[in-house]
């Protein structure tokens, strides 16, 4: 009976390993048929991937050295910041007609780096490695390079995990030439006369467009800037205003006459003084930044010529000079004309100046002479004739048009104070 169950037992095992290996081989079977049915696609798949990826592979990174270099001109760089760790060389720029030659010269060592150079692994990090000679060259589309010294005459440039590095000297040369220190000299002589012209030069690595404010100082003690109410950065309290204007591209050049006068901290017209002093260059973009530059020791000598000044600012026009005379400073007519905008005429045959008086009620006389208001003017007050041009006492301007008058013998100038222009509300 045993035996009997046994044999029953082993018979159903059977069965049930039987259908168990049928089912795990009609699954396998079915598997391998998906499988053959499958593999076309998978194939043609996977060979549109390896394409696309072949075809990616033979297009350069738009922001990679190759590509940049490949399209490198100077109409595609922006600008380049030469540096040396915390200091900074003289700025290039697209824009600047001067700085074609030397991008140029950049985009000839881009070239050179991307045919020549040997791509190396990454140097560890070092402890000197922002105290490297590199340029930071920005391009029109946004895209930026850094090409520094890697030592030993060599240049590099970082791709990713790797560095190209360029063994060139002559593209070594060239790009050690173009790192030029900004020039802090200013090139201001050590004297100037007043009403003759001062050169300032200089360079501002800080900011591409920028004001330069040129200021007077006695005694400059300290370099710690105020701000004045005009947002103008004042050297100090005491310092005078003699120039401002807009200048680019990181350098200026500038010629302006010395006045006898600038404008002081709180915006008063405050005189200078002949002796020693101070010249000194701010550059600012607004009332928040400003780079410091050249600061020279001067000395302001009075006049070789005198010369008239219009609200401080010496006048531009030659036929406007005053004349001394007598120990007594006269201006032309032709600038009593001018500053004051009225009528001003010349009668010849009377020889009179004649400042709102009709030519009936003038009487002749023996020299020139001057009327105002139809009254013949006081004798302290009379014109006299120079090189065919007509003169008048500097007193006459204020006593015709009530013009403040000052005459500085200290700086041999006149100034006249003329009211600003009222602007239109419209």
Request: charged share 15%.
């Amino acid at each position: 009976m045993k035996q009997f169950e046994q044999i029953i037992r082993s018979k159903t095992q059977q069965r049930r390993t039987g259908r168990l290996f049928a089912g795990w081989r009609a699954a396998m079977l079915g598997a391998a048929l998906l499988g053959l049915l499958a593999l076309p696609a998978l194939v043609a798949g996977d060979g549109v991937v390896h394409a696309e990826a072949s075809a990616q592979a033979g297009k350069p990174d738009s922001n990679s050295l190759a590509a940049k270099a490949a399209d490198c001109k100077p109409q595609t760089i922006k600008q380049i910041y030469p540096s040396l760790g915390d200091n900074s060389y003289i700025p290039l720029y697209g824009a600047r007609e001067e700085d074609q030659k030397s991008l140029s010269v950049v985009c000839s060592i881009l070239q050179q780096l991307a045919t020549k150079g040997k791509a190396e692994a990454m140097p560890a990090p070092e402890g000197g490695r922002n105290f490297r000679n590199q340029m930071d060259i920005y391009f029109t589309d946004g895209a930026y390079l850094t090409v520094y010294e890697a030592g030993n005459g060599k240049l590099a440039v970082d791709q990713g995990k790797e560095r190209l590095v360029l063994n060139d000297a002559k593209a070594y040369a060239d790009f050690m030439r173009l790192e030029v220190l900004p020039d802090h000299s200013g090139g201001v002589p050590q004297s100037v006369h007043f009403g003759e012209p001062l050169h300032v030069t200089g360079n501002n690595v800080a900011f591409e467009s920028f004001e330069i404010q040129i200021f007077w100082t006695t005694t400059l003690n300290n370099r710690s800037s105020v701000l004045s109410a005009k947002g103008v950065h004042f050297p100090s309290k005491s310092s005078l205003l003699l120039y401002s204007g807009a200048h680019k591209f990181g350098r200026y050049d500038i010629t302006f006459t010395m006045p006898a006068y600038g404008e002081a901290f709180d915006g008063s017209l405050q005189p200078l003084l002949p002796g020693d002093g101070v010249i000194s260059v701010s550059a600012s973009v607004g009332s928040g930044s400003i780079s410091g530059g050249a600061t020279s020791g001067i000395k302001l000598l009075p006049a070789a010529k005198i010369f008239l000044s219009i609200n401080g600012i010496p006048a531009a026009d030659p036929s406007l000079m005053p004349l001394l005379a007598g120990g007594h400073a006269l201006v032309p007519v032709r600038a009593i004309a001018m500053l004051s905008k009225e009528n001003v005429e010349w009668d010849a045959a009377t020889k009179s100046v004649l400042i709102r008086t009709k030519q009936a009620a003038v009487s002749e006389s023996a020299g020139a002479q001057l009327w105002i208001d139809g009254m013949k003017a006081a004798a302290d007050l009379q014109p006299i004739i120079h090189n065919g041009r007509a003169y008048v006492p500097i007193r006459a301007v204020t006593a015709a048009f009530g013009l403040p008058v000052v005459w500085d013998a200290g700086t041999r100038s006149v100034n006249v104070s003329v009211a600003a222009p009222q602007k239109s509300s419209s």
